[in-house]
């Protein structure tokens, strides 16, 4: 939610208030709307999960899931630039969270490929991302079942003469 931090990370993309009227706006229509939270940069945004899950609840959003940074083959170099550029007084902290999400606090390893822990990280730091996202994704609401792949055939209509528009 916090625009400066927005900015360096996504800055083609909307700002946190144009996503949360996007919410708000397919609500008001009769979409349900699920939330993800991704990336998570431990030791960056990891503190702003309860905030965000309270505002996107307040948006309208049903539920919400959260991924950890992924930083897999040449994505590690870039982003570990991106700090040295915009966060060089936070790199090595930010750095070392992502090492202990990954379950290798004292060593080089910020990227874990293994299935069932590369989205959610693993340890006590990932474990503290966990429960605070679950804490407040049951506080907020969110924590219905998601829509994501669900559908219905009830709003479908078969095209009907498509030569009545000549």
């Known amino acids: 939610l916090r625009p400066e ?3 360096v990370m ?12 996007a919410i708000e706006e397919l609500t008001r229509a009769g979409i349900p709307v699920h939330v993800n939270l991704a990336p998570v940069v431990p030791g960056l945004t990891d503190q702003e999960i309860p905030a965000i899950l309270k505002a996107a609840a307040e948006a309208g959003a049903l539920s919400a899931s959260y991924t950890i940074l992924r930083l897999p083959y040449s994505v590690k170099d870039l ?3 991106w700090l040295e550029n915009h966060f060089p007084d936070r790199k090595e902290k930010i750095l070392n969270a992502i090492r202990d999400v990954r ?3 004292n060593g080089d390893k910020i990227y874990d490929a293994t299935f069932g822990t590369r989205m959610t990280g693993e340890g006590a730091y990932a474990e503290s991302i966990k429960n605070m996202f679950q804490v407040f994704r049951k506080k907020y609401g969110l ?4 829509m994501m792949g669900s559908s219905s ?11 009545q528009f000549f």
């Open 5 to 7: 931090i927005a900015r």
């Open 10 to 21: 996504e800055p083609r993309a909307p700002v946190p208030a144009s996503r949360l009227k």
């Open 79 to 81: 982003f570990i630039d």
């Open 103 to 105: 379950g290798d606090r």
């Open 143 to 146: 924590d219905q079942p998601s």
């Open 153 to 163: 055939k009830e709003s479908f209509r078969r095209p009907g003469d498509q030569l």
